[in-house]
């Protein structure tokens, strides 16, 4: 079945840097779209980043754009999130996700804390 398993939050800085990861399992990952989203307290969950399957192509909210970067290694059927220069804004369980046989599944979770 398929997976998602998160990692790489913590409690950050503002102006510090976090690098999150998701590994995936139960469908080939070099075929996929991948996405990033997260969901702050009280917000609904929104999307920060996606990635095409070769992983040339991506795209971001408005919101990161210039301080996230998403990539992978369709290798270890990994997609990552860069972030820098991180503020109080972004605090939120950060998801990854992907869409497969017409239904989004989602990892559990990482929880990003931007704070002093």
């Known amino acids: 079945q398929v997976q998602l398993v998160e990692s790489g939050g913590g409690l950050v800085q503002p102006g510090g840097s976090l690098r999150l990861s998701c590994v995936a399992s139960?469908?080939?990952?070099?075929?996929?779209?991948m996405n990033w989203y997260r969901q702050a307290p009280g917000k609904e969950r929104e999307l920060v980043a996606t990635?095409?399957?070769?992983?040339?192509?991506?795209n971001y909210a408005d919101s990161v754009k210039g301080r996230f970067t998403i990539s992978r290694d369709n290798g270890k059927g990994t997609v990552y999130l860069q972030m820098n220069r991180l503020e109080p804004e972004d605090t939120a369980v950060y998801y990854c996700?992907?869409?497969?046989?017409?239904?989004?599944?989602w990892g559990q979770g990482t929880q990003v804390t931007v704070s002093s």
């Open positions: 996700s992907v869409a497969f046989l017409l239904r989004r599944f």
């Open positions: 139960g469908f080939t990952f070099s075929n996929y779209v």
């Open positions: 990635i095409l399957r070769d992983g040339t192509t991506t």
